[in-house]
């Protein structure tokens, strides 16, 4: 079955601390994977996408994540985190094969002053 | 780029009633998604459009769910009759088709009395 797993609900970190969220997938083909930001009353906002080549990609506002095939992960991180990065993050997975992306149930990040 | 339009952003609507959200999609964009997010049950996919034809609507919960597209730059989710069990927030997403990223409206909150 195709699923998306992030352990942590919540998580807090204190300002300028850094930062790792854990997203672990299940899928039966060649696995395109995406992390979202969701801020308070917004929608979702791309922050990074991998679908093949390089397995530790780039995303926006200083994250990165990185692809890791034997362990079905693509964890997101951020080396010094700021107060604005409070939000919610989806992980989500698709694939060649449909247009769907299934998106994990999120982790709420909280940022300690 | 205005980008993903909802309208409205907020309903308040009494048990029974008809239920109608909008809207339009990214210019250009084929590719068009019906989401329902709650506290319960995260974010669910309820329909999605290619090229303005229904692909999958296995998420639409029941029968009182439809969803139209009659042409490329606008769509409906209409619930009829609505019951309190339908207040989420419905988020519309559209992308240039297979392999692309999902763009994001700001979400329509629907409360059903």
């Known amino acids: 079955a195709q699923s998306v797993t992030q352990p942590d609900i919540h998580i807090t970190v204190s300002e300028g601390a850094s930062l790792e969220l854990r997203c672990n997938y299940s899928?039966?083909?060649?696995?395109?994977l995406f992390w979202y930001v969701q801020s308070p009353g917004q929608g979702l906002q791309l922050l990074l996408k991998y679908f093949s080549g390089d397995t530790l990609v780039q995303g926006i506002k200083g994250f990165e994540a990185e692809f890791k095939r034997s362990q079905s992960s693509f964890n997101l991180r951020k080396p010094s985190v700021h107060w604005s990065d409070a939000a919610e993050y989806f992980c989500?997975?698709?694939?060649?094969?449909?247009?769907?992306?299934?998106f994990g149930s999120g982790t709420r990040l909280l940022v300690r002053p | 780029d205005a980008g993903v339009i909802q309208s409205p952003r907020h309903e308040v609507t009494e048990m029974g009633q008809e239920v109608t959200l909008r809207c339009k999609p990214i210019?250009?964009?084929?590719?068009l998604f019906w989401y329902r997010q709650t506290m319960m049950r995260g974010l669910e996919l309820l329909i999605y459009f290619n090229n303005n034809v229904p692909i999958d609507d296995s998420g639409m919960p029941e029968d009182r769910f439809s969803a139209k597209m009659p042409n490329a730059s606008f769509s409906t989710l209409k619930i009829q009759p609505s019951e309190p069990r339908d207040s989420a927030v419905y988020f519309c997403a559209s992308s240039e088709g297979l392999y692309n990223e999902q763009f994001f409206g700001p979400g329509t909150r629907l409360t059903v009395l």
């Open positions: 899928y039966g083909a060649t696995p395109y």
């Open positions: 210019s250009g964009h084929n590719s």
């Open positions: 989500a997975v698709g694939g060649d094969s449909s247009y769907k992306l299934i």
